[in-house]
């Protein structure tokens, strides 16, 4: 038999993207195993009439107007923000861990400030952070870890916190405030008929044939097809030619409780520490049912069954990089979804996904002429909160880049994008990522540029993918930057001021020493003495690290000059940012940033005045300083000025060389002599400190 599309799976990637294609007029036979259709989020009513999960809780939650718009055409929501606590020592306390839960659990009254002080004073600085247990101790240390997550861990996985990758733990944030929902997505609701209702809905189409309790291979050598999406597991596809690929599996106890009307005060309560299960979950909270009685559902975790998550270690990465390079050589062969790539997603990152396969197959035709269903006027959707995408820049720095990462993913305002610029980093990078699971998870990306564009560049790159995407805020990181669990908390709350271009971060030392990186406008000195105040100050100057930069302004102003390569590049566009708007700093959003404080020059003194010098290797790539600086200049005065002013800067520093027994200091004055006559000719000769640098390895 001869069909236009065929898919394997019925869940959301394999039901979205038959719904495209059937609407774009493709025949199309979807296969599935299982006797029904949903996959995994597969609901019914249990004889007693209550609507339940069969595979555990499915909550649906997203940031993305797109993903809500499409499945609203198939289904009304219900409002339902999930909470979650956990038992330990015989009393429930919320997760994540906030700010109730620590008062509560050590009998204090702690305010929001209180918190941070103490996590800041019990956790174990780790570094590098490679895997759950570094990222567990970085942020909360041994007492809440062992209370919380090692023994939910070693039940929910079957290995200790210390064999698993930080990705694990990475997702699990930590919150100085009393939030007690377990998700903060501006979106949180439930379809309002269920799951299977709404993929009822999708399926409902003439081009659309479905064949249940079928398994792909029985049909494999009889079917024909232009293309085929795989959404099973990917190393039965290849009938396990490397071994089988590791998963977790779940089994489910159901249990009806008549003539008790709730169970338990939330939807889930965990059990860290006691029980052989791990989580209960009572249905009615999810679904607003009402009922005499209630259902709930116990989760058992099994080394054996059917594959619900993939382990993520090293090892398993590997084995599933054999699998992928195989699938990279299939013809006409989509795969896609948890199984298929070995990856944990959420619901609404599978939904996405099979959009965007869909469109880039062609998909785009409907001649559906759906209109969203009406929404009940209670309930309108509402994705108010801006979305945010980091835009992290990396070059061989992969230790502090798994830290920074790991920060930014244990946000309490969780960001919505980690972009990772890799500027071709060549010290394992790549590798690292993958081992720490960081690769799969789905709110990271891995933008991987052929050669190092540079600080400005790799900014630049960035953020045009960011922008080309529609997110409302891109925040700028740089790879040795740790930023305190609730800095984008406190940065975005000042989006709202008028005029805003930007909003930056209080930048600190690992030494918690103020770094000269804000310059404030009124007084046009530098910001150390602000720190922690919560009203916002306007900037004439801000570094780029951890600054939020607003759509509307890369709109108005395009993006950093990539040309510039490092330094300068942000004076230049908060030159320009200043055009269209203020640049704000958010005293009480802390970044620490390592790398900027390291001392590695020498201080010499001459007539009674000390300068710190630099190494050789070093200060060859000050020809970027002093290059960028003079084009600054140049921005502002005529070119005669321009002139005379980079004449006398170049004497003062070839001055300066001498006096102060710099080495080899006729090098230096031709470093200085190149920097400024680029300068003054606008000429970009990136490579020229690198052509030096070789030239000194090689004793030159």
């Known amino acids: 038999?001869?069909?236009?599309?065929?898919?394997?799976?019925?869940?959301?990637?394999?039901?979205?993207?038959?719904?495209?294609?059937?609407?774009?007029?493709?025949?199309?036979?979807?296969?599935?195993?299982?006797?029904?259709?949903?996959?995994?989020?597969?609901?019914?009513?249990?004889?007693?009439?209550?609507?339940?999960h069969r595979y555990g809780p499915h909550i649906f939650h997203t940031n993305s107007p797109r993903v809500v718009e499409y499945l609203s055409r198939f289904t009304d929501w219900l409002p339902y923000e999930h909470r979650v606590l956990a038992t330990v020592d015989r009393s429930l306390y919320p997760i994540p861990i906030n700010r109730t839960t620590i008062n509560q659990l050590y009998?204090?009254?702690?305010?929001?400030?209180?918190?941070?002080?103490?996590?800041?004073?019990?956790?174990?600085?780790?570094?590098?952070?490679?895997?759950?247990?570094?990222?567990?101790?970085?942020?909360?240390?041994?007492?809440?870890?062992?209370?919380?997550?090692?023994?939910?861990?070693?039940?929910?996985?079957?290995?200790d916190l210390s064999e698993l990758a930080a990705l694990v733990a990475a997702r699990i944030p930590t919150r100085t405030n009393d939030d007690d929902r377990y998700f903060t997505d501006?979106?949180?609701?439930?379809?309002?008929?269920?799951?299977?209702?709404?993929?009822?809905?999708?399926?409902?189409?003439?081009?659309?044939?479905?064949?249940?309790?079928?398994?792909?291979?029985?049909?494999?050598?009889?079917?024909?097809?232009?293309?085929?999406?795989?959404?099973?597991?990917?190393?039965?596809?290849?009938?396990?030619?490397?071994?089988?690929?590791?998963?977790?599996?779940?089994?489910?106890?159901?249990?009806?409780?008549?003539?008790?009307?709730?169970f338990q005060?939330?939807?889930?309560?965990?059990?860290?520490?006691?029980?052989?299960?791990?989580?209960?979950?009572?249905?009615?909270?999810?679904?607003?049912?009402?009922?005499?009685?209630?259902?709930?559902?116990?989760?058992?975790?099994?080394?054996?069954?059917?594959?619900?998550?993939?382990?993520p270690r090293p090892e398993n990465q590997d084995l599933y990089k054999q699998y992928e390079e195989l699938a990279s050589q299939e013809q006409n062969v989509s795969f896609i979804g948890r199984l298929a790539q070995y990856?944990?997603?959420?619901?609404?990152?599978?939904?996405?996904?099979?959009?965007?396969?869909?469109?880039?197959?062609?998909?785009?035709?409907?001649?559906?002429?759906l209109s969203p269903m009406t929404q009940p006027a209670k309930q309108p959707i509402s994705l108010t909160q801006s979305s945010v995408c980091v835009a992290l820049v990396t070059f061989n720095r992969k230790d502090l880049l798994i830290e920074c990462v790991s920060a930014l993913l244990r946000q309490t305002r969780p960001v919505d994008l980690i972009l990772i610029v890799d500027n071709a980093s060549n010290d394992g990078t790549g590798a690292l990522l993958e081992s720490t699971g960081i690769a799969g998870n789905p709110l990271v990306?891995?933008?991987?540029?052929?050669?190092?564009l540079g600080g400005a560049g790799g900014f630049a790159s960035g953020m045009k993918i960011a922008h080309?995407?529609?997110?409302?805020?891109?925040?700028?990181?740089?790879?040795?930057?740790?930023?305190?669990?609730?800095?984008?908390?406190?940065?975005?709350?000042?989006?709202?001021?008028?005029s805003v271009a930007a909003i930056a971060s209080f930048k600190v030392s690992q030494h918690d020493i103020p770094q000269n990186s804000h310059m404030l406008l009124d007084s046009g000195q530098l910001a150390q003495t602000v720190r922690g105040q919560h009203a916002a100050y306007e900037l004439s100057f801000s570094s780029f690290v951890g600054i939020l930069v607003r759509k509307q302004t890369i709109i108005s102003i395009g993006l950093p000059r990539a040309e510039f390569f490092i330094n300068r590049d942000d004076n230049e566009y908060c030159w320009r940012m200043r055009k269209v708007g203020r640049i704000l700093l958010a005293p009480s959003s802390i970044i620490v940033h390592k790398e900027l404080a390291r001392a590695d020059g020498i201080t010499r003194t001459f007539m009674g005045r000390s300068s710190d010098r630099q190494p050789l290797q070093k200060f060859i790539f000050r020809y970027f300083e002093m290059r960028n600086l003079l084009l600054m200049y140049g921005l502002q005065h005529s070119r005669s000025k321009m002139i005379v002013h980079s004449?006398?800067?170049a004497m003062m520093h070839m001055a300066a060389v001498i006096a102060f027994r710099d080495s080899r200091p006729f090098l230096r004055w031709k470093i200085i002599l190149k920097a400024h006559t680029d300068g003054i000719r606008a000429h970009f000769d990136n490579r020229y400190p690198f052509r030096m640098m070789e030239r000194v390895r090689r004793g030159k």
């Not at 939910?152 to 290995?159: A, D, E, F, S």
């Not at 990856?343 to 559906?368: E, H, I, P, W």
């Not at 990306?445 to 190092?452: A, K, L």
């Open 647 to 649: 004449t006398a800067r």
């Open 1 to 52: 038999m001869k069909y236009d599309v065929v898919i394997v799976g019925a869940g959301f990637a394999g039901s979205i993207i038959a719904e495209r294609a059937a609407s774009s007029g493709k025949t199309v036979l979807l296969i599935d195993r299982r006797e029904h259709i949903g996959g995994n989020a597969f609901d019914e009513y249990d004889a007693n009439g209550i609507l339940i």
């Open 343 to 369: 990856k944990y997603f959420n619901m609404d990152q599978v939904v996405a996904q099979a959009l965007s396969v869909a469109t880039k197959s062609g998909f785009d035709t409907d001649n559906r002429n």
């Open 265 to 311: 005060s939330v939807g889930t309560v965990n059990f860290p520490n006691d029980q052989a299960y791990t989580r209960i979950t009572e249905f009615k909270h999810l679904t607003g049912q009402q009922h005499a009685g209630t259902s709930i559902v116990r989760e058992y975790p099994e080394a054996e069954g059917d594959p619900y998550y993939p382990v």
């Open 107 to 159: 009998g204090l009254n702690l305010s929001e400030d209180g918190v941070r002080d103490f996590f800041e004073n019990v956790r174990e600085n780790r570094s590098p952070v490679q895997t759950s247990e570094d990222v567990v101790l970085n942020s909360v240390g041994p007492d809440l870890c062992d209370k919380f997550f090692r023994n939910y861990t070693k039940k929910q996985w079957g290995l």
């Open 445 to 452: 990306r891995i933008h991987r540029e052929e050669h190092n």
């Open 468 to 498: 080309d995407e529609g997110y409302d805020w891109v925040w700028l990181m740089d790879d040795d930057a740790e930023p305190a669990l609730d800095a984008l908390a406190q940065a975005i709350a000042h989006e709202h001021e008028p």
């Open 186 to 262: 501006h979106f949180q609701s439930m379809p309002a008929e269920g799951y299977t209702r709404m993929f009822e809905r999708i399926l409902d189409h003439p081009n659309i044939v479905i064949r249940l309790n079928t398994d792909f291979r029985s049909l494999r050598s009889s079917l024909q097809w232009d293309q085929l999406f795989y959404s099973g597991p990917i190393d039965e596809y290849f009938d396990f030619r490397f071994g089988k690929l590791p998963y977790r599996s779940l089994s489910f106890e159901h249990e009806h409780l008549p003539r008790i009307d709730q």
